[in-house]
């Protein structure tokens, strides 16, 4: 039996959206972010604080490193002219105190929006989790999802892309890709891991805060199943086997299920499930859900 190597769970990105009840407050807010930038400096000596507009938005970035950014906020309006605030966290990027230091910069120079407040009451409007296969590259398994018919499959030179299944507009999508790829390719890093497959579930609109995270948030992984394309191709074959994972390879195992009869559908989707892969157990997963929530805690 092939060895299984996985990391735990991890909260790779979270999202807090609130109204601005006043333009006195926006415009208040605002000023304080080109405020909180003046003092970049003190703040982070060997990084950068940047804030930029485009359109109805202002947006501060928070980098305590030059090319590691672990937050930012986003002041604007909405296309119904509702005035709003943001913040943005990237939790896998924290380092030391980093994360205390900017939850005293929002206590200090923004303290309406302090982080206890937002974690109490504060929408999580967007969150992904992810979990990473240290021995299962992208190409030995098959991703799928029933119940939707949306998957797409971008490509890259010389390697295979990253799989989307379930519409970016749905509340729960999934992205499967190389992140070691993105880690040489995007962070300019060197990995630590010569197999390193992300299997990551993004969440919209939540209607929770993050205090209720814990207690309300249901598993999304039990929607996404993976078949073992191993397995899958000793067992006896069915009719239009090979035709759907040809498609499935082009634009996604939801794409290549929505294209068959109900009757070829019901056939291929039993074929899978008895290829299921046994490193896949989405219930095992979620039991680390509670410590991956303990990095944000005010």
């Known amino acids: 039996m092939a060895v299984n190597i996985q990391k735990s769970l991890v909260l790779d990105r979270i999202r807090f959206f609130v109204y601005v009840p006043s333009k006195e407050l926006f415009s208040y807010a605002l000023s304080q972010l080109y405020e909180i930038a003046a003092l970049k400096k003190q703040w982070v000596p060997q990084g950068q604080i940047t804030v930029k507009s485009k359109y109805s938005k202002t947006r501060l970035t928070y980098c305590p490193q030059k090319k590691r950014c672990i937050a930012s906020i986003e002041l604007g309006a909405t296309k119904n002219q509702k005035l709003y605030f943001r913040l943005d966290l990237l939790p896998t990027r924290f380092f030391g105190d980093e994360f205390e ?20 009451t ?86 929770l805060s993050a205090s209720e995270l814990l207690a309300s948030l249901k598993n999304p992984f039990v929607k996404l199943e993976v078949a073992d394309l191993d397995v899958l191709n000793a067992l006896p074959p069915v009719p239009g086997l090979g035709a759907f994972l040809a498609q499935s390879a082009q634009a996604g195992a939801c794409v290549a299920l929505n294209a068959l009869s109900a009757y070829d559908r019901r056939k291929i989707l039993s074929l899978l499930r008895k290829a299921m892969a046994k490193w896949w157990n989405p219930n095992k997963i979620w039991e680390k859900f509670p410590r991956s929530l303990q990095v944000i805690k005010p």
Do not use: W
Request: a positive charge.
């Open 101 to 120: 230091v900017f939850k005293e910069i929002l206590g200090l120079l923004l303290d309406e929006f302090n982080y206890l407040k937002l974690y109490k």
């Open 122 to 207: 504060a929408r999580i409007s967007y969150l992904e989790l992810a979990v990473d296969s240290l021995s299962r590259p992208i190409g030995s398994f098959l991703p799928f999802r029933v119940k939707t018919g949306s998957s797409m499959v971008y490509p890259l030179p010389d390697a295979t892309g990253g799989i989307y299944l379930g519409s970016p507009s749905g509340r729960v999508h999934f992205c499967i890709y190389d992140k070691k790829r993105q880690i040489i390719e995007k962070l300019k890093e060197t990995p630590q891991h010569s197999i390193q497959t992300r299997l990551e579930a993004r969440i919209h609109s939540t209607g």
